[in-house]
Structures are given as C-alpha cells and as structure tokens.
C-alpha cells in the first residue's frame, strides 16, 4: 500500500472547474505599459501639474525667511500690534493645506487613469 492512498483511492470528489486566476500585479508588464501614448500623456499631464505647484510652494515658503532676513517689507504693522510676518506665516499654513488638498484630489484621478490604462494593457488594447 502507498503512502497517501487511502486519500486518494476510491475518491467520488467531483471534478473542479478550472478557473482562470485573476491577474496580479506580478504578471503586468509594466515595460510594455510604460511605452503605450496613454501612461506618456498621464506621465506629461502629472509634470505639468507638479512643477508649477512645487514652484510656487518652494518661492512662498522661503520668501518669509528671506524677506524677514534682508528687508523691513514684513516689519510694518498690519492689524493692530500683528505685524505682516506673522499673517505670512499663518499664511503659509493654509497655503500648505490648500495645496495637500488640491494635490490629493488631482492626484486620485491621476491613479484612476494610471488604473484604466493598465487594465487596458491588461487586455490587450
């Protein structure tokens, strides 16, 4: 008698349907993605969308250390005792804010169109 054949021998388990696994990132060329017009437009769209707000985060945040270093722009009054450095600064904090909303918002149909194109090479389109 072999080892296992009591699970084996005699067996009425009706056939299994071979079923077709579903896709997994492991088997997605991401070469062959990569090269299709559709990831070159999304990959042109998301520069054109990150370089100008990168830009403009980086001259508004190291404009107040800047300006309170070498001038006397921030120094003048603006409600009361609150200087304009200090509505700057709160400033900036909103700015950052705003720009993480914005970003993330852009940046969920970006991931949908990256997941639409990739199902697409998925199927052969």
């Not at 520069?47 to 403009?56: D, G, N």
């Not at 409600?79 to 950052?96: L, N």
């Amino acid at each position: 008698m072999k080892v296992g054949s009591v699970y084996t021998e005699g067996s009425t388990a009706p056939e299994v349907e071979q079923r077709t696994a579903p896709v997994q990132k492991g088997d997605i060329d991401f070469a062959r993605v990569a090269q299709s017009n559709r990831f070159r437009t999304l990959t042109e769209k998301k520069k054109k969308f990150i370089l100008p707000l990168t830009v403009f985060f980086l001259v508004f945040y190291f404009s107040l250390p800047i300006l309170t270093s070498f001038t006397n722009v921030l120094e003048r009054p603006a409600i009361g005792d609150i200087s304009w450095a200090w509505i700057y600064a709160v400033a900036q904090f909103i700015m950052t804010w705003v720009l993480c909303i914005v970003y993330v918002r852009r940046f969920q149909k970006f991931d949908k169109d990256a997941e639409e194109i990739i199902e697409t090479e998925i199927k052969g389109g």
